[in-house]
DNA sequence: TCGCCACGGGCAAACGTTTGCCAAGTTTTG
DNA sequence: CAAAACTTGGCAAACGTTTGCCCGTGGCGA
């Protein structure tokens, strides 16, 4: 069944290398022999073999990835630009869901080593847990962390800029009149949860803004959900709720309205990332745009880079965001879309 | 850099084959050796080389899988499943997004072929252009297709009933007082998109309600929405509007809202896939639950009996789903959730 | 005319495993 | 106690490529 390159080789009358060498053009072979040589694959419908190739060329073309939860929105959108980045140079992607445990996390990383990737791109789930892992794999491959990253790592990074990002939140809330902000964020343990939390607190000093709450959870719909409750039952209203992801503040803006609170009119809500639920709910929410693209190609530029030279310096590269208005911050403009 | 299997050996004092098996336990080892390899291996880092061993064993334990368009929230899910699923025995998944296009997808098919998968699942973006690169695909390997499928194939299928879930949509509005419904679907070019079609017309028929509209574009919220506005500007407007996915339905909603009409009171509507979109908004969605985790491991679980024995009958699974009524139907109990 | 070089084809080794086969040692059996 | 059977370790071939090296041919300058 399997038809080789000996075979071709046979048709064609020629040897396997002058095969090899006609089908990958990896040196000058005689025009009409490659013609044949094409000919003679063609006729015994030959396929290239990249386990083969692999093991011989000692590189797969195939890069791993690894992220916390791909069914978390932000992610397929960062993995649709990874793929079609690797699509450029022939490289495939093998992906991973490290289901948010760093043990899961692990084994998959040792499974990516184990079949020769090329390189490795994860979002670590634990900015603590996940780091020994971390340094073992940077032994054996080009890492290069995307979104999140773990500490104590010499390893390049690409992402967000965080601190930007809830600067221009603050300000926009601020040019809208609030004066006493909350913030509804995940708990310090992912390097984003803690990198959000320090940044709103330096843009609410730096813009002379009360912060009257912070809520740690997690990135998710429930979580802003019950710390919505949470803010309701305390019954001493911030004029704006920073959240620190878009399903945060979905959480939160469903919890408040069901309380007979309105958004934006009594309570104004952002989110972060614009993810696509950030256009689905009413009012559309207010957020701060991720440059996805950008994070995927310089997430691969930086693979290469490092493939091409281990000592290269760290890199960390924070991306410039930007801010997206929409409905949840806008008062009277009744929820007018994307 | 690379420590293999004869470093191993020469640090244990015996030959590569007592090391492979060792390992591997292919073969009974004496206990003390088997201590002593693992040992050697600790000692010299040794780490097991997927492609060597892919190459020999002429398998890979590596599954291929094509969706879509993996940023449909439908396509994560499912790929969570398989992914766990997979696991249990040992494999990874390689997954492509073949982007909308039967090119994309032929073009990611023939490079998971040449990586020698074991398997390849898939999604075929068009019943009629996925046909033939299928055929070539399942002279080479199991082929399953999972949710969508080409049609002219004799290849396994495992999704979901539609003709039961329009039954069971239908059934519902007619509970709710519904006479006349309208369809918001895509393209008959997708098996899934045609199959609900007809499903819904033959369910319409049944319990004897009258259709008073096909509106067919794509999956996607911006169709719903401009169906919507169709529907308005037609005058006429039906009891419930029955969306061929759940995207549809936000559009749907989003723009019936916008033009002033209340959803569930002036018009019931309904999704289908019940993806997480469907509780996100307000109200939340009445859709047709698809079993994912059924689908998944049903799928992997047709792929390993393919594997097995490529003689066996072709089969078609059609699993049978669940109505999850929410707010989009329910008058006057204002959007209780999930 | 001779020698040198460029060109293009082929041989065979290597990539890191697994595994069929053989042989030596050990146990069981008649 | 000898023969048979079983156990266990090692040798070497194979999986399908790529590529370093060698070699024959023909063109070209001296």
New binding site residues.
């Given amino acids: 069944m ?1 038809v ?3 075979d071709v080789a046979r048709e064609a ?12 053009g ?5 025009p009409e ?1 490659v013609e044949r040589v094409h000919e003679a694959a063609r006729r015994v419908g ?4 990249a ?3 692999a ?4 590189r797969t073309g195939v890069i791993g990835m690894v992220v916390p939860e791909i069914s978390n929105p932000f992610f397929p959108a960062i993995v649709e630009a990874v793929e079609r980045t690797l699509q450029e140079s022939d490289r495939e992607l093998m992906l991973c869901d490290s289901r948010r445990s760093p043990d899961v996390e692990r084994r998959r990383i040792q499974a990516l080593l184990g079949r020769q990737v090329d390189g490795l791109l994860i979002s670590p789930v634990d900015s603590q847990a996940s780091t020994k892992v971390l340094h073992e794999a940077m032994r054996h491959t080009a890492v290069v962390q995307m979104d999140r990253y773990a500490d104590q790592t010499r390893l390049d990074w690409v992402g967000v800029d965080d601190e930007s990002g809830m600067a221009l939140v603050v300000q926009h809330v601020r040019d809208h009149g609030a004066e006493r902000v909350a913030l509804v964020s995940a708990e310090r343990n992912s390097s984003s949860g803690r990198d959000r939390l320090d940044a709103l607190r330096r843009a609410t000093t730096t813009a002379g803004l009360a912060e009257s709450v912070e809520l740690l959870g997690e990135f998710s719909i429930d979580w802003g959900a019950a710390a919505a409750r949470e803010l309701v039952s305390r019954g001493d209203l911030p004029d704006a709720v920073v959240c620190g992801n878009d399903e945060i503040a979905v959480g939160v803006i469903r919890e408040l309205r069901r309380h007979g609170l309105a958004v934006p009119d009594d309570v104004l809500v952002t989110g972060f990332d614009d993810t696509p639920i950030a256009t689905y709910i009413e009012p559309a929410l207010t957020t701060i745009r991720q440059p996805r693209e950008a994070i995927a190609t310089e997430a691969v530029r930086l693979l290469d880079a490092r493939l091409a030279d281990t000592e290269l310096p760290v890199r960390k590269l924070a991306l410039q965001p930007e801010l997206v208005v929409r409905g949840s911050t806008q008062p009277g403009s009744e929820g007018s879309a994307s």
């Fill in positions: 399997a080789t390159i000996h009358g020629v040897s396997v290398s002058t095969v090899s060498r006609a089908l990958s990896a040196r000058r072979v005689g022999l030959y396929r290239h073999n386990v083969a190739r093991l011989r060329a000692q």
